[in-house]
């Protein structure tokens, strides 16, 4: 009698799309079934700058890396590590490789004047953002934007890394590559309660947001859009995408000072509950643990599902620091950029097509 151990595998398909604007030479697929064989595009577009490869495989995952043969047989690879691809998953894996030198880096210091108020912002752009121009990415919009990243000048010697921990996720291939806009507030104390918070608010949904879309190759849509904070920021971060859900469609809020000089409690038990995904979290003891907590009932009260659209973690023996915020930020980047798998029937058919997944999930 032959047990479910003993039966072979069935193969599944595993598709993966190149994307590149300027291949000179042929675009092959190497994957760590066999690093020495070529795997050829089972179709290819080149003035689209799209490639796309399947890869039967009974292997539950395998590596693969882009790599360019020249004319000359010079072999260029892509730049950053492997990516992983797994087999139970419908996904397409669509990859944005970067051949040359590609470095992140961060913009100056930049002050964007509007009828709402002036504010200085930076903007963080991961590797290969100058090369790779039909990539278009999410963007996370931080507030105390001067204590983010730590290879570029936090103003406060703790910084979160955001830079650090955005590319090892992405090393990973648990996340995909992230645009961060990094708002420095005027006054904090006003900017984040109920005395600026509407100023504060629309600034970053009218006048901001619109700037950064035109200036930068980004997915314009709220569902490719998150606002985050710690503290102050957190109660912010909520606010802002509460008021302004067709712009910001994620929130993410670090041992947030519920309660303190705002009304967002009310707010969030009385108006209709809007399209969001919402993050929480706190340490414990003190760092807003209880108010946290309550603020999680709330939104459960309001419609919002643990799981699916509310997420909330305590850190026992965590502080309210920017240490261990950032130490533990890697939670919020996964729950709104991390990649989700499509099922597969029990036949190993697609339960739905993989070229319905969003440009969102891109690597």
Request: charged residues 25%; negative net charge; contains cysteine.
């Amino acid at each position: 009698m032959t047990t479910p151990t003993d039966r072979p595998t069935p193969p599944d398909e595993v598709h993966v799309c190149v994307h590149h604007p300027a291949i000179e030479g042929k675009l092959m697929l190497r994957t760590s079934l066999d690093w020495d064989a070529d795997v050829e595009p089972s179709r290819s577009d080149p003035e689209a700058g799209r490639y796309e490869f399947t890869i039967l495989t009974a292997e539950p995952f395998f590596y693969y890396k882009p790599m360019i043969l020249g004319d000359d047989g010079e072999e260029r690879w892509a730049h950053g590590p492997d990516r992983l691809a797994t087999a139970g998953s419908a996904r397409i894996n669509d990859t944005f490789p970067s051949f040359g030198a590609a470095e992140a880096r961060v913009t100056q210091p930049e002050l964007l004047e509007s009828e709402f108020g002036a504010w200085t912002y930076r903007v963080f752009l991961p590797a290969g953002y100058d090369e790779n121009d039909l990539h278009r990415y999410p963007v996370l919009y931080m507030n105390d934007g001067q204590n983010l990243f730590s290879r570029f000048g936090p103003q406060f010697e703790a910084a979160w890394s955001v830079e650090s921990t955005l590319t090892r996720l992405h090393e990973m291939s648990s996340i995909e590559h992230v645009i961060v806009v990094g708002v420095f507030p005027g006054d904090r104390m006003v900017d984040y309660t109920r005395d600026g918070e509407q100023a504060y608010g629309d600034f970053l949904a009218k006048a901001l947001k619109p700037h950064v879309d035109a200036n930068f190759r980004t997915l314009p849509d709220p569902q490719h859009n998150a606002i985050m904070g710690s503290s102050l920021g957190g109660v912010s971060a909520l606010t802002v995408a509460w008021s302004h859900p067709n712009q910001f469609g994620m929130a993410g809020c670090m041992s947030s000072s519920f309660g303190y000089e705002n009304d967002l409690r009310q707010r969030i038990l009385t108006e209709p509950k809007p399209p969001l995904r919402i993050y929480l979290d706190s340490g414990w003891p003190r760092d807003n643990f209880e108010v946290t907590r309550d603020m999680r009932a709330c939104l459960a009260r309001a419609g919002f599902v643990d799981g699916v659209d509310l997420l909330y973690f305590a850190f026992p023996g965590d502080r309210h620091s920017e240490t261990d915020w950032g130490a533990r930020s890697h939670m919020v980047y996964q729950f709104f950029f991390g990649h989700r798998p499509y099922a597969r029937s029990r036949s190993g058919s697609h339960a739905a097509s993989p070229t319905a997944e969003p440009r969102s999930t891109a690597s």
